[in-house]
């Protein structure tokens, strides 16, 4: 009993000290001035981050607004209100949907790919080489991967909600015969700027920041070892997927709830 | 001078990135940076505003001409007051016209019809801050079933 207690107590612990390590890499990450080499290690990461993420961003994005269309469909048509799925499409994906899918799947497809490639280069002693050649490993590998997955993923967010918005269209006018002119004109009249897409942007950043965190921390902190890499690379999957989910609820209730 | 793919390739993604938020905030969501251009605020008193909002239409023949901006109650007879934002590009309208509030489709949502009144030499126009004299309410449902039942039981 006084063993489980302690051993409760014990893995809180832990968790505060991974929280304050993972802390201590981002400010230790990015607190430096930029200089141009900074720039070019962006760019190079949004290729591996952002521009290899398109396709399945791109396709994930066009059948979630294809099932939206058409659940939407089936229920508004009931109430002989199916000039409304036009807004329905457009604010579930700008509001919810596009920000907390892109979120997840940037975790899979990318967040997951920082860790393991992270892990390794520690358990092969890469961090370890570079800092014996007097190069900062954090200024070099940490900080250009985390802007890149900060600027990547608002712009893969808002390029999922156009193409989803498409899907919908194609499955609600072309398919199910909504009509064309209503379902743009009450979508255009029911949305504003600043409460759907100004906050779906501000969600994909803060997600962004959690997931290229998370992702970027286990890698760094992995046991180096196979088995560590593998553990690293499956919390960093999961604990950034919760992440995400529960930043979307208090970001909801914070924006949207009075 | 040698292109380099991979920036170009970086480049090419960050311009649709920005390409798809434009497209968004333009096209879909129908904003204008602008506004709505110049406008001016009219009052009008109803009775019973029903399901009024803020930021319900103001309509024309259909066509939009302005906002509703606020809903208040007047604190001294109880009535609901409503703060009208006009848009100043379609001009004034005569002091003789009337609003009521009506509901677009059977469920839709409610809106204020105005309804121009005659433009003559001696009926001035409604200039800014004035108020609507003559408006007709919303209809609630239960208080139109009530009075069919009670002409109902009349006869």
Do not use: H
Not at chain 1, 169 to 181: M, T
Not at chain 2, 78 to 84: G, I, K, Y
Not at chain 2, 116 to 126: A, H, Q, T
């Amino acid at each position: 009993m006084i063993q489980a207690i302690s051993q409760l107590g014990a893995s809180c612990l832990a968790n505060i000290a991974a929280l304050g390590r993972a802390s201590m890499m981002l400010a230790q990450a990015l607190w430096f001035i930029p200089t141009r080499k900074l720039l070019r290690d962006i760019v190079r990461q949004l290729y591996v981050v952002g521009v290899l993420s398109l396709p399945i961003i791109l396709v994930s994005g066009l059948f979630i607004g294809m099932v939206i269309a058409f659940q939407g469909y089936s229920i508004l048509v009931d109430f002989g209100a199916e000039t409304s799925l036009g807004p329905m499409v457009a604010l579930s994906l700008l509001r919810e949907l596009g920000p907390v899918v892109t979120a997840l799947l940037f975790a899979g497809r990318a967040g997951s790919a920082l860790t393991a490639e992270i892990g390794l280069m520690k358990t092969t002693e890469q961090l370890s080489s570079m800092e014996m050649m007097a190069v900062d490993p954090l200024r070099r590998v940490i900080a250009p991967r985390f802007w890149a997955g900060v600027i990547a993923m608002p712009l893969l967010a808002s390029m999922f909600n156009l193409v989803g918005i498409w899907g919908g269209f194609l499955v609600g006018v072309e398919w199910l015969g909504v009509d064309d002119g209503s379902f743009w004109s009450i979508m255009g009249a029911s949305i504003e700027f600043g409460q759907d897409i100004g906050n779906g942007l501000i969600k994909s950043v803060v997600f962004a920041l959690a997931v290229t965190w998370v992702a970027l921390f286990n890698g760094y902190d992995a046991r180096p070892s196979a088995r560590g890499i593998s553990q690293a690379t499956t919390r960093s999957v999961v604990y950034a997927s919760l992440l995400v989910l529960g930043l979307d609820f208090i970001l909801t209730a914070l924006m949207f709830g009075s | 001078m040698k292109v380099n793919k991979l920036e170009l390739t970086v480049g090419g993604f960050v311009l649709l990135g920005l390409a798809a938020l434009l497209v968004l905030s333009l096209k879909i969501a129908d904003s204008q940076f602008s506004g709505d251009g110049p406008s001016y605020t009219l009052y009008a008193r109803f009775d019973n505003i029903g399901g009024l909002k803020p930021r319900s239409p103001v309509k024309v023949g259909g066509v939009v001409v302005g906002r509703v901006e606020k809903i208040e109650l007047d604190s001294d007879d109880f009535a609901p007051v409503v703060t009208l934002k006009m848009f100043e590009r379609y001009g004034y309208f005569p002091e003789t016209s009337s609003a009521s509030i009506l509901t677009a489709g059977l469920l839709g949502e409610q809106y204020i019809g105005l309804n121009p009144g005659f433009i003559m030499e001696d009926i001035e126009s409604l200039e800014a801050g004035a108020t609507i004299e003559d408006t007709k309410s919303a209809l609630v449902l239960e208080e139109l079933i009530g009075k069919v039942l009670f002409s109902l039981t009349e006869k």
